[in-house]
């Protein structure tokens, strides 16, 4: 069986490097494309993906890591793997949805799912009134931000208005969330189709973000089934069989902050052990897809 991995423009090279060592275990062919090297052809009403001389709709699975800058391209690209016979556990409308942090909180509320209060303007005062709804302090993110950048704290109204004028500079919409106040930590559910694995990330001296790339800890931990059945829930709704969902816990409750698309494997705790149950997922949907597809 055959074997695509596409990279998009943030690849962590330790993190391509153990997935294609992973790959290489369990399929025949491997491949690494990186997006900005693939193109798309239209001949006679076919549609085709390329890299290299290579139909990339030819393999038997893929998997992609793209990120907020990849999302145009990215999209298209998503969606022609989706309509070939290529096993692929995200969808573009699940990346569409993650790369608009506000977009995903809505979403998810409506399916029950807890999240803090959260509001998007266009406008200054708007986001100022509604910051003052919500109460302070506030998170302020950038819709497609990631890896902890975009995200700022305000603890007033006083320290609010200063990043209100370097969004509007760069013509950000403004995406205010509820604070929701924790000892010093996040979990991440790493969810794999139906396994879903505990990361505790601890924030480092000093900052509030708990992100592994901002000198952050992690270690696993068990889940409770109720975070367990809400992170495959998430994944359910979104259409991502591969994806990590954040929950922040206060009080004996939690609340989910983030959707991540292409969650990173925390190599540095962990080595190569997300890189290897993500390959034997891949493997275990794409060997189920070819033997239902042979009848």
């Avoid at 997935?19 to 090297?37: G, Q």
């Avoid at 990043?163 to 010093?184: A, H, P, R």
């Avoid at 997922?281 to 033997?291: D, I, N, P, Q, S």
Wanted: positive net charge; hydrophobic residues 40%.
């Amino acid at each position: 069986m055959k074997f695509l991995y596409i990279g998009g423009s943030n690849e962590r090279q330790e993190t391509k490097q153990m997935i294609l060592e992973e790959a290489h275990k369990f399929f025949d062919t491997v491949l690494f494309a990186p997006l900005s090297k693939i193109k798309i052809e239209c001949i006679n009403g076919k549609t085709k993906l390329m890299f290299k001389g290579t139909d990339l709709t030819s393999f038997n699975a893929c998997y992609a890591r793209f990120f907020s800058k990849d999302l145009m391209f990215g999209e298209i690209v998503l969606d022609l793997l989706n309509q070939s016979d290529v096993f692929i556990p995200l969808t573009p409308e699940g990346f569409q949805i993650t790369n608009h942090k506000y977009f995903t909180v809505k979403v998810l509320s409506r399916e029950n799912i807890p999240v803090p209060v959260s509001s998007l303007a266009v406008t200054p005062q708007t986001a100022i009134d509604m910051s003052n709804k919500i109460g302070y302090p506030v998170i302020i993110k950038l819709l497609s931000g990631f890896g902890g950048k975009g995200i700022m704290l305000a603890n007033s109204e006083s320290e609010f208005r200063p990043v209100l004028d370097t969004l509007k500079v760069f013509k950000e919409f403004i995406s205010t969330q509820e604070y929701v106040k924790s000892e010093n930590y996040d979990i991440r559910c790493l969810v794999f189709g139906e396994e879903v694995f505990g990361i505790k990330r601890i924030c480092a001296e000093g900052e509030w973000r708990t992100n592994v790339s901002r000198g952050g800890k992690a270690v696993e931990v068990e889940l409770s089934s109720a975070m367990k059945e809400d992170a495959l829930k998430v994944s359910a709704i979104l259409g991502l069989g591969v994806c990590a969902v954040d929950f922040m816990e206060t009080e004996g409750k939690y609340k989910l902050i983030e959707v991540n698309f292409a969650p990173g494997f925390v190599p540095d705790f962990f080595g190569n052990k997300f890189p290897k149950i993500l390959m034997r997922y891949l493997y275990k949907k794409t060997k189920e897809l070819k033997a239902k597809n042979s009848f």
